[in-house]
């Protein structure tokens, strides 16, 4: 009884905040989604499909696919974690019944995303919320940096037709 108390603890320890994130989001999606994400320091986007070749002051930008090779159309040849994450993905167009969102924000290096909630706005659509961890407070630098957040949707609804991603004070609207 006492080696199972300490190994609960020990465990706890060992996961303090990843648990709590964990249920946290989980709480915040619909049961009738699937969605995994990862987040990516950088921009594993060819600089003209990236928020890079948007106006300088849109700091946020989306992208949604349906197919792995339109994704692959738009990644860097050197992106190997965003690739693997594509490959692990089966997609809509290709007879899968996943779609991959891509959400990028022009920031501090500090910052990272990461998924905070997915709400549905309509029969077919979606909001996602990405938080930005790692700075406090108003975040603006003279050299901004492309961070990246990858996510793989499910939903047993069919695809959405539009998501917005949320990140900060600003949105993104992507039509799927």
Same mark, same amino acid.
């Given at each position: 009884m006492y080696r199972r108390a300490v190994v609960a603890? =020990? @465990?706890s320890l060992a996961t303090a905040g990843c648990v709590d994130r964990l249920h946290d989001v989980a +709480? *915040?999606?619909? /049961?009738? @989604?699937?969605?995994? *994400? /990862?987040?990516?320091?950088?921009?594993?986007?060819?600089?003209s499909r990236s928020v890079l070749a948007r106006p300088? &002051? @849109?700091l946020?930008? +989306? =992208? *949604?696919? /349906?197919? %792995?090779? %339109? $994704?692959r159309g738009v990644l860097k040849p050197d992106a190997t974690e965003s690739q693997e994450f594509v490959e692990r993905t089966e997609f809509v167009g290709d007879g899968g019944d996943a779609i991959l969102v891509i959400a990028q924000r022009l920031t501090v290096p500090e910052a990272k995303l990461r998924l905070g909630g997915i709400s549905r706005t309509g029969d077919h659509s979606l909001r996602i +919320?990405?938080?930005?961890?790692? $700075? /406090?407070? &108003?975040?603006?630098?003279?050299d901004p940096v492309v961070k990246t957040l990858l996510i793989r949707l499910i939903d047993e609804r069919g695809p959405p037709e539009r998501v917005i991603v949320s990140i900060g004070d600003e949105r993104a609207g992507v039509t799927v």
């Open positions: 603890g =020990a @465990l +709480a *915040s999606t619909p /049961r009738d @989604l699937g969605v995994r *994400s /990862r987040y990516v320091d950088g921009n594993p986007m060819v600089d300088e &002051e @849109l946020t930008h +989306a =992208a *949604s696919f /349906r197919s %792995a090779s %339109a $994704v +919320a990405v938080d930005q961890g790692g $700075v /406090r407070g &108003e975040v603006e630098t003279e």
